[in-house]
Each structure stands twice: as structure tokens, then as C-alpha cells.
């Protein structure tokens, strides 16, 4: 089967993306005017945002991968972050900005910050692809964010379901009939 026949529609297109990219970039250069950040690709999701977003950048960065999963949260704590993959190098008194391709519940960012937190950055943003307001659970915001949206099951422009559609070149909503 044509695997269109599993995107229920497109709701974010390739043009539409590159628009938000290049204006979330030009805000993230004049907050980081003379600086290097170093920035953190949360794998995998994000690793297709990342790589547009800092070539749409002027800022140079030096560039680290992450792989985590949070579990065990409740309302009240962030829970536990299982980190399979972590950074190389020593973020102490470094410029720090997280790429993440989705905030949905809040609890992976929630934890990741705190961990990153306690290896004192100078400073520590996160900018977004998308985020689902709607979902949050822990206390999490983005310092930047490229699309609010509904809670959709979005795919597409890295993200996955069951590690299939992160090669789609826009965000799309699955089918239903895909998963139900
Ligand atoms: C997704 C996404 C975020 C997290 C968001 O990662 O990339 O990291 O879930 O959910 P939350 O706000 O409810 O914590 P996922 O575990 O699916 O990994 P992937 O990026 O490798 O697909």
C-alpha cells in the first residue's frame, strides 16, 4: 500500500517549516550574538529539525547527541531520566540549547533539565519544534518554539510511529487506521 495512504493529512507542509525555522533561528542568533553554544540534538526525533535549524543559524555551534526516555514521573516529580547516549564534552559555564522535536507530557524535558542543571551550565534553553500545550503534565516550558499544536498523532520531519515516517519531509497526522 502507498504509504500516503497512511497520512490522514499534511499539517504542517516543508515551505511552512523552513519559514518557522528561519524566524526561530534569526531569535536564537540575536540572544546568542558572540557566544558558541553548544547544542544538544535529543535523538532521535529531533535529529531532523537539528540539522535544519543550525544551518538556518548564523551563530556557530559545537553540536552533541543525547538519547534519553523519562519514566516513573507523576504529577508532582519529574521521574526518572534513563539516559542511553550522553553528551562528550563538559558543559560547566557553557551556553547550552536543547533541541527537542516535541514537548507532549513535559516529563522528558522536565528531567533532562534538572540532570543538565546539576553539571551548572551558564545557561541552559530549549527550543522545539512543536509543542502539545494541551498534554502537560510537568512544569516545562521551551524558550523557543516553532508550532503549538492540537494533540494530534503528528508524524513526519523526524518523528515516528514504530520508528517508521521520521523520513517524511513534512509533519503529517497518522490514520487512524494505522494504529487503532
Ligand atoms: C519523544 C520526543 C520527546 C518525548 C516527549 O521521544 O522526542 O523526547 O517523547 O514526550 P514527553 O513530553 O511526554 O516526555 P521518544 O521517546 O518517542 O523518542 P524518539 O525521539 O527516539 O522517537
Redesign the pocket.
Known amino acids: 500500500m502507498e504509504r500516503s495512504n497512511d497520512i490522514e493529512r499534511v499539517l504542517i507542509d516543508e515551505g511552512e517549516i523552513a519559514e518557522r525555522i528561519g524566524e526561530i533561528a534569526a531569535q536564537i542568533d540575536a540572544d546568542y550574538q558572540g557566544k558558541i553554544p553548544i547544542v544538544i540534538c535529543?535523538?532521535?526525533?529531533?535529529l531532523v529539525f537539528c540539522a535544519d535549524l543550525i544551518r538556518a543559524m548564523e551563530v556557530p555551534v559545537t553540536l552533541e547527541f543525547m538519547?534519553?526516555?523519562?519514566y516513573g514521573a507523576s504529577t508532582t516529580s519529574s521521574g526518572k531520566l534513563s539516559v542511553s547516549l550522553d553528551i562528550m564534552s563538559n558543559i560547566e559555564n557553557k551556553d547550552v540549547l536543547i533541541v527537542?522535536?516535541?514537548?507532549?507530557?513535559?516529563?522528558?524535558?522536565k528531567a533532562l533539565t534538572d540532570m543538565l542543571k546539576t553539571r551548572n551550565p551558564a545557561t541552559l534553553r530549549i527550543v522545539t519544534l512543536l509543542d502539545k500545550p494541551s498534554?502537560r503534565v510537568?512544569p516545562i516550558e521551551a524558550d523557543y518554539t516553532c508550532f503549538e499544536i492540537e494533540d494530534e498523532f503528528v508524524i513526519g520531519y523526524?518523528?515516528?510511529y514504530a520508528e517508521k515516517y521520521r523520513d517524511l519531509p513534512y509533519v503529517g497526522i497518522l490514520s487512524r487506521k494505522v494504529y487503532e
Open positions: 535529543i535523538l532521535k526525533g529531533s538519547k534519553v526516555s523519562s527537542e522535536d516535541i514537548i507532549d507530557s513535559g516529563h522528558t524535558m498534554r510537568a523526524g518523528l515516528d
